[in-house]
C-alpha cells in the first residue's frame, strides 16, 4: 500500500477500543497518516485484551473517554450503536469537546443524533466501514454534519482509505449502504462457503474446496475493479453449451439474482427499523 503524506501534528483518538478501531489504528500508522503515539483509546475496563493490542501499535490506552478526546484532534467514536449516546454525554461538556472532528463508525446512528449531544461548535461526519477493513481491504463511505468542512471530508476520505475505498454519499443513501457493503461481506461468505460445499460434493477436498473457492471470489473481484461490466466478464468465461453456462441457467432457474438482490432490500428495511430504534 502506498504511503500517504503525513498529516502534521494529527492526533487521532478511538472511544471505543475494539477491532475495527485496531484495524483502523494500524491501517493509519502503516499509511503514515499518524504516529503511534499520536493515538489514543479508550477501551472497557474488562477488555484488557484490546488495551493490550493497542499498546501493541504503541499507542496509548485508557479506560476512560475524557482524556482521549482532550489528547486528540479528531475523534473516532466506534462504540456499539446502543452505547455512543451514552459515551457522547458523557463528554458533551468538555470545552476540548469543541471546534473538534467526530467521525462516527456506528450503524445506523444518525448525524442528528450524534450532534445534538455533542458541543454545538463540534465537526461531525458519519461513516459506514465494513470488516474487510481488518485486513486493509474495507469499503467505506461517509456524510458530513452540518458543521463539516470540506477539509474534514478530505481528512476522513483520506484515513478510511488506508483500510480501503471511501466514498462520499448524502446520508440518506446510509441505509443502503449498510446494507450492501456494510452486511455484504455476510453474503459473500455464505457464496464462498456454498462454492467450496459444491466442489466437496463433486470429490475435492474440503480445504483445496475452500481454497479455490476464496481464491476465485478474490480474483474475480480484482477483476470487476479493472472496470469492465460484471456481464461481459460472465459472458467471457460462458462458453457455447458449456458447464459455465449450465451452471449459470441452474442459478436463474432457482432466483439466485433475485435473491440477491432481496437481500440487500431485506437489509435495508431491517436497518430502517434499527434506525428508529436507535435515534428515538
Given amino acids: 500500500m502506498l504511503k500517504l503524506p503525513l498529516i502534521e501534528a494529527m492526533k487521532i ?25 499520536e493515538i489514543t483509546a479508550s477501551c472497557h475496563p474488562s477488555d484488557v485484551a484490546s488495551a493490550k493490542a493497542f499498546q501493541g501499535l504503541g499507542a496509548t490506552a485508557l479506560f476512560e473517554n475524557i482524556s482521549v478526546v482532550e489528547r486528540s484532534e479528531v475523534v473516532i467514536v466506534s462504540v456499539k450503536p446502543d452505547v455512543v449516546v451514552p459515551a457522547l454525554k458523557e463528554i458533551k461538556n468538555l470545552p476540548s469537546a469543541k471546534n473538534k ?3 462516527s463508525v456506528a450503524m445506523g446512528i444518525t448525524i442528528a443524533t450524534v450532534e445534538s449531544n455533542l458541543p454545538s461548535e463540534a465537526r461531525v461526519i458519519r461513516v459506514m466501514p465494513n470488516t474487510p477493513a481488518l485486513v486493509k481491504e474495507g469499503a467505506a463511505a461517509f456524510s458530513r454534519g452540518t458543521k463539516a468542512t470540506a477539509e474534514d471530508a478530505q481528512l476522513t476520505s483520506q484515513l ?37 460445499d459444491g466442489g466437496v460434493r463433486c470429490g475435492l477436498p474440503r480445504d483445496l474446496a475452500l481454497r479455490l473457492a476464496a481464491q476465485t471470489t478474490l480474483g474475480s473481484a480484482a477483476m470487476v475493479k ?35 438482490i432481496g437481500a440487500v432490500s431485506a437489509a435495508v428495511d431491517r436497518c430502517k427499523i434499527v434506525k428508529k430504534q436507535l435515534n428515538d
Avoid at 483518538?13 to 503515539?37: C, E, H, Q, T, V
Wanted: hydrophobic share 40%.
Fill in 13 to 37: 483518538g478511538f472511544i471505543g477500543g475494539g477491532r475495527l478501531a485496531f484495524a483502523l489504528a494500524n491501517g493509519f500508522i502503516s499509511a503514515g497518516l499518524a504516529k503511534p503515539d
Fill in 226 to 260: 479493472t472496470g469492465d461490466h460484471p456481464a461481459m466478464l460472465k459472458d467471457n468465461v460462458t462458453s457455447p453449451a458449456g458447464s459455465t453456462a449450465e451452471g449459470t441457467y441452474h442459478l436463474e432457474k432457482n432466483g439466485f439474482r433475485s435473491a440477491i
Fill in 101 to 103: 472532528l467526530f467521525i
Fill in 160 to 196: 478510511f482509505k488506508a483500510v480501503g475505498t471511501c466514498d462520499e454519499v448524502p446520508e440518506y443513501q446510509m441505509d443502503a449502504i449498510t446494507a450492501l457493503s456494510g452486511s455484504g461481506p455476510a453474503y459473500v461468505y455464505m457464496l464462498i462457503e456454498s462454492l467450496a
